[in-house]
């Protein structure tokens, strides 16, 4: 109602409508981002975990086995690794590679069972191997096999670098996360 006039400004009402009705979608909006937004920060900043690296060194024996099915210039052997450092423990594997014509050159897949301590904290895990070799040049990525790890492992995850030595003296860098006890 205009104060002078005793007359309604049926504009100025219906624009007051549309404004009240859009703030309010605003504002109902807000609240609903907020709600879902709360939880998703809440939960990536609970599985936000820092990368840390283990290093040590390792004794690897490979024993040939014997396998009828595998053709010429591929095999099958097991490894019985010792591993020393920040990551304490036996690892028990098989792998399958294959020899190219040209001397240097091939390839090979791995499974590795990992248990021992891990700056530690106590468990098991496990490793899949894939590398190969062209010319004598070496090509490894070793990672931990998601929700492979036990006990106190749980959770592990992280890629395993493997450093050979002119002496062919094995060392490891293992970069990993896992989440806090």
């Given amino acids: ?16 409508k549309v404004k009240m009705r859009l703030c309010s979608g605003l504002a109902i909006l807000l ?38 099915f595998l053709g010429e210039g591929t095999g099958r052997m097991t490894g019985d690794k010792q591993i020393h450092g920040d990551l304490e423990g036996i690892g028990k594997g098989e792998m399958i590679f294959a020899k190219s014509s040209v001397e240097g050159s091939g390839a090979y897949v791995a499974i590795e069972k990992i248990t021992g301590t891990l700056h530690g904290r106590k468990g098991s895990f496990i490793f899949q191997h894939s590398g190969w070799m062209a010319h004598g040049e070496q090509h490894m990525t070793i990672t931990v096999v998601p929700d492979s790890g036990t006990d106190e492992l749980v959770g592990l995850a992280g890629k395993f670098n493997i450093i050979i030595d002119k002496d062919r003296k094995h060392s490891y860098e293992f970069d990993y996360t896992l989440p806090n006890k």
């Avoid at 005793?6 to 007051?16: L, P, Q, T, Y």
């Avoid at 920060?41 to 283990?54: D, I, P, W």
């Avoid at 004794?59 to 040939?64: A, E, F, G, L, Q």
């Fill in 31 to 68: 609240v609903g981002l907020v709600s879902i937004a709360y939880p998703i920060s809440k939960t990536v900043k609970k599985e936000m975990v820092m990368t840390t690296r283990a290093t040590g060194t390792f004794d690897v024996k490979m024993t040939p086995v014997e396998d009828k």
């Fill in 1 to 16: 109602m205009n104060n002078f006039t005793g007359e309604f400004n049926v504009d100025r009402i219906a624009v007051n």
